[in-house]
Structures are given as structure tokens and as C-alpha cells.
């Protein structure tokens, strides 16, 4: 079980914005970069955002990421069709000495 | 353009073992940290171990402790995780990522690995 939260769905129509959040602890996020990672349907994770806030190239800017105190936020601007999947928020974790990824949202576009 | 891809996956009786390879290419495979992350069908991300770039410093979850081994061989640009005492709970598919900081920036397509008899 992981000790990093997250909604498990959101939904929103196309071109609404859709906010998904993740909840950790001081061990992680509180103290840590936080990634985003979106999978679609029947592929491997791909990464969406890194420390907190950074997009890697060929990400598209409607996906932004924030952090307050221990919880993580990705948001969705414009949603479109192809937004549809799960995604995850990460961060290092000092106890575990490696990643801890959230426990997953799943993210319906209506 | 960076590539992983990984082998060594398929069925195995409870208890028994199985080695995952991981092969790189795109990228200077010695120069960065490795993971691999696993995920039960239908279920979420579960990070199982990483590997420094010289692979002097291994670290593992602990539902796998003492069971996986981590390594690397950076002359084959490959990537291991050797599985002993396999159980029921580790059937999932594992993927090997790429470190770039504490994120994990590229992704293998995933093996599947079956323990069942």
C-alpha cells in the first residue's frame, strides 16, 4: 500500500480543466521534487512532469504541476479525448530510499 | 533516440526464479541510475529497486528484499533483476526506467512475469 494518495478518478468534458491531487508525507513530497506520469490504456508510463513543476519536451503546457506543503497537484487544461488514462504522481522517498508513486487517479473524459 | 527493452519475462512455478534483462541503447547507459517498477494488472505503480550508474549502490522495496538482486553490466549496456523464491504477489509486469534525478524520465514497454503453478 502506498503512503502517497491520490483520488482514484476525475472526470471533466473536453476543453474543461481537471485538477488531480496527491497527498504524501515529509519524507516525500513535503521534501521532494514531485513527477507526474500519465499511462494510457495498454502502455508504459510516460513521464509528464518533473521536479514539481517542468515539462520535458513534447509535453504540451495545457498539463502543469504544483506543490504545497506534502500535496501535489496536476492540472488539465483543455481537456481533450486523449487525455484519457491513469496518472501518477512520484517523489523520493527518505525512508524507503527509492521512489514512491501515488496510488493512481483515473482520468475520464465525459 | 533512447530505447529499453525488456526480456526474461513468462510463467513460473511458485518459488521458483527468473532473471529480467533490460537492454539500453540511445543514451550513455553507464552515466545513469536505473529502476525497476512493477505493476499487478489493473493495479498501480510499485517501485522495486534501483541501481547506481557504476552499480556500487543497489537498493530495494522491501516486498522484494532479500530476494531480487539488482545488477548491471555496462559493457552490454543491459540491465538484470534476478528473482528468487518467487511468490503469487509478484506477478505483475516490470519495466526498467532511466533515472534523471529521483524521476524516472524513460520507460521500457514492460515484461510480463506469471507465478502460478
Known amino acids: 500500500q502506498s503512503v502517497v494518495t491520490q483520488s482514484p478518478s476525475a472526470s471533466g468534458t473536453p476543453g474543461q480543466r481537471v485538477t488531480i491531487s496527491c497527498s504524501g508525507s515529509?519524507?516525500?513530497?513535503?521534501?521532494?521534487?514531485v513527477s507526474w506520469y500519465q499511462q494510457l490504456p495498454g502502455t508504459a508510463p510516460k513521464l509528464l512532469v518533473y521536479?514539481?513543476?517542468q515539462r520535458p519536451s513534447g509535453v504540451p503546457d495545457r498539463f502543469s504541476g504544483s506543490k504545497s506543503g506534502t500535496s501535489a497537484s496536476l492540472a488539465i487544461s483543455g481537456l481533450r479525448s486523449e487525455d484519457e488514462g491513469d496518472y501518477y504522481c512520484?517523489?523520493?522517498?527518505?525512508?524507503?530510499?527509492?521512489?514512491?508513486f501515488g496510488t493512481g487517479t483515473k482520468v475520464t473524459v465525459l | 533516440e533512447v530505447q529499453l527493452v525488456e526480456s526474461g519475462g513468462g510463467l513460473v512455478q511458485p518459488g521458483g526464479s527468473l532473471r529480467l534483462s533490460c537492454a539500453a541503447s540511445?543514451?550513455?547507459?553507464?552515466?545513469?541510475?536505473m529502476h525497476w517498477v512493477r505493476q499487478v494488472p489493473g493495479k498501480g505503480l510499485e517501485w522495486v529497486s534501483h541501481?547506481?550508474?557504476?552499480?556500487?549502490?543497489?537498493n530495494y522495496a522491501d516486498s522484494v528484499g532479500g530476494r531480487f538482486t539488482i545488477s548491471r553490466d555496462n559493457a552490454k549496456n543491459t540491465l538484470y533483476l534476478q528473482m528468487n523464491s518467487l511468490r503469487a504477489e509478484d506477478t505483475a509486469v516490470y519495466y526498467c526506467?532511466?533515472?534523471?534525478?529521483?524521476?524516472?524520465?524513460?520507460w521500457g514497454q514492460g515484461t510480463l512475469v506469471t507465478v502460478s503453478s
Open positions: 515529509s519524507s516525500n513530497i513535503g521534501t521532494k521534487y
Open positions: 541501481i547506481s550508474d557504476d552499480g556500487s549502490r543497489t
Open positions: 526506467a532511466r533515472d534523471l534525478g529521483g524521476w524516472n524520465d524513460f
Open positions: 512520484a517523489a523520493w522517498d527518505d525512508s524507503l530510499s527509492g521512489i514512491v
Open positions: 540511445g543514451f550513455t547507459f553507464s552515466s545513469y541510475w
Open positions: 521536479r514539481t513543476n
